[in-house]
């Protein structure tokens, strides 16, 4: 069974420019995350998708960044315009509802860097 | 509001024991959970406590205490692989995210 996957795995930008990550979950996971790690932080979650719906997007830092699961398989998430904060790893999770206890399986994440 | 505290680093030797520990203060509780980070690759697994007592899986065991808000993973017979960060994490409530830790590196020495 493939794991979880992310595209890419590195992104150098500039300042201002756009970019967009993907996550493919493994395959029948209705449960989508998106984390953030900056450095010397922890990671910090983002947002969460059942299927194609926003569940919890709490954790979105602010309307630079837009996430979308058309379809309720693989999951986008672009940051317009770009700031050198936004420079980190973005971790992509997913998971399925095996009733009151379900582990979450994550992605090799994508670094970004802003310059 | 949240908070998870780990140790920062830790180092041990080849073929000891070490204890990495994990205090939480959450809004909610759904269980708790360890990963193992290797540098630059994703978190796996490792274990999950949702009641209090020792989880034990291999060489690796997972203690909770709830009343305590106190969780500490135990690695025993370590190898140079093991070396690696250990997050902890607590999923607050059924369905949603999880909130981490900083993670503690550990180093294992030959």
């Known amino acids: 069974e493939a794991g979880v996957t992310q595209f890419p795995s590195h992104s150098v930008i500039e300042k201002g420019q756009t970019v967009t990550l993907r996550c493919d979950p493994i395959?029948?996971?209705?449960?989508l995350y998106w984390y953030r790690r900056v450095m010397g932080k922890e990671i910090k979650f983002l947002l969460h998708?059942?299927?194609?719906?926003?569940?919890?997007e709490s954790g979105m830092p602010n309307n630079r960044f837009l996430a979308e699961r058309t379809g309720g398989t693989y999951s986008t998430l672009k940051v317009q315009p770009a700031e050198l904060e936004d420079s980190g790893v973005y971790f992509c999770?997913?998971?399925?509802?095996?009733?009151?206890?379900?582990?979450?399986?994550f992605g090799p994440g994508t670094r970004l860097t802003v310059t | 509001g949240q908070n998870i505290d780990q140790p920062t680093e830790m180092t041990a030797t080849e073929g000891a024991i070490v204890q990495i520990n994990c205090t939480y203060q959450?809004?909610?509780?759904?269980?708790l959970f360890w990963y193992q980070q290797h540098a630059g690759e994703a978190p796996t697994f490792l274990s999950y406590?949702?009641?209090?007592g020792l989880e034990e899986k291999g060489r690796f065991s997972s203690f909770l205490s709830r009343s305590k808000g106190y969780s500490y993973l135990l690695l025993k017979e370590l190898q140079m692989k093991d070396s690696a960060s250990y997050l902890c994490?607590?999923?607050?409530?059924?369905?949603?995210?999880?909130?981490f830790g900083p993670g503690t590196r550990l180093s294992v020495l030959p």
């Open positions: 395959s029948g996971h209705d449960n």
């Open positions: 959450t809004s909610g509780f759904n269980g």
């Open positions: 999770a997913s998971s399925q509802d095996l009733g009151s206890a379900y582990e979450q399986y």
């Open positions: 406590n949702v009641l209090d």
């Open positions: 998708f059942v299927k194609e719906s926003k569940q919890d």
């Open positions: 994490a607590v999923n607050g409530n059924y369905g949603q995210n999880f909130v």
